[in-house]
């Protein structure tokens, strides 16, 4: 997951880096940031260092970016090598974090956990051009967290108007490096939940989930036939 910080807080402390904004930040929880809606998501660590993902696109947006800008990768995987190849080839290696695959919540290990680090975020991208759902910027949303994407479903099948602070980006490291310049020139902004992640959060899926089941077991035994359909 690609994020950006700006200079409004810091140089991120390297034993506890943020997320990944290309703002500068310190990174360290903030204790009055949202908790996504509805509560817990689901257990799970972070994995963006695979093949399509495009976080290279950050790496390079990040070159063009000032000094007090720095980019925070929280996850693993195989392109992590090819990624840290490219971060000292463009002379960035300063200002980017590799956190390592972490976890959604706290169970033990060393380091923040996922909910911290979304924290320390100052916005979120993820270059990413082609997503199943687009997870990871959901949850940014929940946080009030602004959100540059490539391509993420969730948002794009929610009204526009519920999907405030986030935007979509088409191109390339200029591109993305334009759109985090304006979204730090805009200054920091509440860090409200967005509307599209009530749309996805637990309770309301749990409650829709629900809602199907006494549907069905509402309906009278003698208008289904033995293999469950409906007889009318």
């Given at each position: 997951m690609g994020r950006a910080r700006s200079p409004h807080r810091g140089r991120p402390e390297r034993h506890r880096p943020g997320p990944l904004p290309l703002r500068p930040g310190a990174a360290r929880a903030h204790p009055a940031a949202p908790r996504p809606a509805g509560g817990r998501v689901r257990r799970r660590r972070r994995r963006p260092a695979r093949p399509g993902k495009r976080f290279d696109v950050l790496v390079h947006a990040l070159a063009r970016l000032p000094d007090d800008h720095w980019l925070l990768l929280v996850g693993g995987g195989p392109e992590e090598h090819l990624l840290r190849r490219t971060v000292s080839e463009v002379g960035v290696t300063g200002r980017v974090l590799f956190t390592g695959e972490r976890p959604y919540g706290l169970d033990g290990s060393p380091g923040p956990d996922l909910p911290s680090l979304m924290s320390a975020m100052d916005l979120l991208a993820s270059p990413s051009a082609e997503e199943a759902?687009?997870?990871?910027?959901?949850?940014?949303?929940?946080?009030?967290?602004?959100?540059?994407?490539?391509?993420?479903?969730?948002?794009?099948?929610?009204?526009?108007?519920?999907?405030?602070?986030?935007?979509?980006?088409?191109?390339?490291?200029?591109?993305?490096?334009?759109?985090?310049?304006?979204?730090?020139?805009?200054?920091l902004r509440p860090r409200t939940a967005s509307e599209v992640a009530q749309r996805y959060s637990i309770t309301r899926s749990t409650a829709r989930l629900m809602d199907v089941y006494a549907a069905a077991v509402s309906r009278s035994p003698s208008s289904l036939s033995p293999l469950g359909a409906s007889t009318s």
């Open positions: 759902f687009g997870l990871a910027a959901v949850e940014a949303l929940a946080s009030g967290l602004p959100v540059l994407y490539a391509s993420c479903p969730a948002i794009e099948d929610a009204a526009p108007s519920a999907a405030a602070g986030a935007r979509r980006v088409r191109g390339g490291p200029e591109a993305y490096a334009r759109a985090i310049a304006e979204v730090r020139a805009a200054g």
